[in-house]
């Protein structure tokens, strides 16, 4: 795999905007790697994972092997179209008991993949490493964020070289405070920029279903990966 090929596949470090041509080329590689190389297989059963998607996490996880994804958890919820503020103050649809359900069937199983749907985004994050209930951070230079909608990656700043994901008890599978889990819910996430290269639209809330500074997710997707090489 051409090193410069694999680099410009990630956000680009300094944030210079790429130009259309770039973008253009870009995509064009991603499609020949998946042509051309090992399949990823494992989403046949996934609400939001298309072959498009299907394009782009291959790149981002390993272009060059063969990937397997194997479903862990999920969930497909419904949400009124108009809802007020006496109900979503309430936890009508804060899902409590999945948060043990996701930790019983994830926990301490190495490389996670998180596919989050709200709205019109989709977004998540991949860690090499697992999730736990120690409330410990792990550094993971593997991790990284992406955004469907943008069609990019997002790794680690590696300002803080600890803290790329947490686990523990009461939260769902966080990476940071870029993406994480509401405590006590597996339905609703927070973003800020701290320890990814992600942009301020990471995600776009006038485009998910958000609720102050919470984002309710309508389908969630937790996949273990695997990677390998050609027989």
Known sequence: MNSKLYKSLS?????????EKEILEEY???????????????FDNSKIITD???????????????VQANLLYSFNLTYPKKFE???????????????????????????????????????????SLSFDCSNTYKY??????????HEKKYPKNN???????????????????DLQFVENTMNKVTSEMKNYLIPKDFIDGSKAIKYGNDIFLEVLEVYQIFIYDEK
């Open 11 to 19: 956000y680009v470090l300094d944030k210079r905007e790429k130009t």
């Open 28 to 42: 064009k590689s991603i499609i020949k790697i998946y042509e051309n190389k090992s399949p990823i297989n494992g």
């Open 52 to 66: 498009k998607t299907k394009l782009f996490l291959k790149a981002w996880i390993s272009p060059i092997h063969n």
């Open 85 to 127: 503020d006496s109900f979503w103050s309430g936890r009508n649809f804060t899902i409590l008991e999945k948060v043990k359900e996701f930790h019983d069937k994830c926990d301490n199983i190495n490389s996670i993949l998180v596919v989050c749907k709200s709205g019109n985004q989709i977004f998540g994050g991949y860690t």
């Open 140 to 149: 993971d230079n593997d991790s990284f964020l992406f955004s469907i909608n």
């Open 159 to 177: 300002f803080k070289e600890n803290e790329s994901i947490w686990g523990y008890k009461n939260f769902g599978p966080c990476f940071y405070y």
